[in-house]
């Protein structure tokens, strides 16, 4: 099965900073990634899928990048709204994984 | 408007049994892989299970695979996950999960937590 390795696993950032969570995948998995947000009590909601494409109606201050074993989540200017926790998520042909998660707050 | 409104959960005991449902509305129901995806407490998401639109193909998660079944009712828009021989480990908020494409979740139920404890 494919492992994903996520960090940082938490992190602590102004409002306006830039931000970047990295994601591998223990084999190459081309553009199969997908980027999730949860908020405390809420079910997750996609932002990012296939690496770099943003979801209808998120803010595009959100991106994607990369391809292979090795991504990147970026959001270009925290605000306060964007406290959560953030998920990638690999999937092929017959499985799908998550990474563990990073958490982001404010400082 | 989609919606997945799921119902099922609550406490079982150890080896016991507990059957989930997702009911779905607002898309073609019939048309769309499915799937579980769980969340243990204080901790991250993990995959399930997945189920293709018409019900034929059916993916688990190793940690699931023997004890835990999905499927589908299109005739009631329902998805479900049976579940059997509980641990617990298996404790866990549970969401269903609408595919988009390739295996993006774009719509998730509200969850329902299965507490596995005597």
């Known amino acids: 099965d494919i492992q994903m390795t996520q960090s940082p696993s938490s992190l602590s950032a102004s409002v306006g900073d830039r931000v970047s969570i990295t994601c591998q995948a223990s084999?190459?998995?081309?553009?199969?990634l997908n980027w999730y947000q949860q908020k405390p009590g809420k079910a997750p909601k996609l932002l990012i899928y296939?690496?770099?494409n943003l979801e209808t109606g998120v803010p595009s201050r959100f991106s994607g990048s990369g391809s292979g074993t090795d991504f990147t989540f970026t959001i270009s200017s925290l605000q306060p709204e964007d406290i959560a926790t953030y998920y990638c998520?690999?999937?092929?042909?017959?499985?799908?994984?998550f990474g563990g998660g990073t958490k982001v707050e404010i400082k | 408007e989609v919606q997945l409104l799921q119902s099922g959960g609550g406490l079982v005991q150890p080896g016991g049994s507990l059957r989930l449902s997702c009911a779905a509305s607002?898309?073609?129901?019939?048309?769309?892989?499915m799937n579980w995806v769980r969340q243990a407490p204080g901790k991250g998401l993990e995959w399930v299970s997945a189920?293709?639109?018409?019900?034929?193909?059916?993916y688990y998660a190793d940690y699931v695979k023997g004890r835990f079944t999905i499927s589908r009712d299109n005739s009631k828009n329902t998805l479900y996950l049976q579940m059997n021989s509980l641990r617990a480990e298996d404790t866990a908020v549970y969401y269903c999960?609408?595919?988009?494409?390739?295996?993006?979740?774009?719509?998730w139920g509200q969850g329902t937590l299965v507490t596995v404890s005597s």
């Open positions: 999960a609408k595919n988009k494409g390739d295996a993006r979740f774009d719509y």
């Open positions: 607002g898309f073609t129901f019939s048309t769309n892989a």
């Open positions: 189920i293709s639109g018409d019900g034929v193909y059916t």
């Open positions: 084999q190459d998995i081309s553009k199969h």
């Open positions: 296939d690496a770099s």
């Open positions: 998520q690999q999937y092929d042909k017959i499985s799908l994984a």
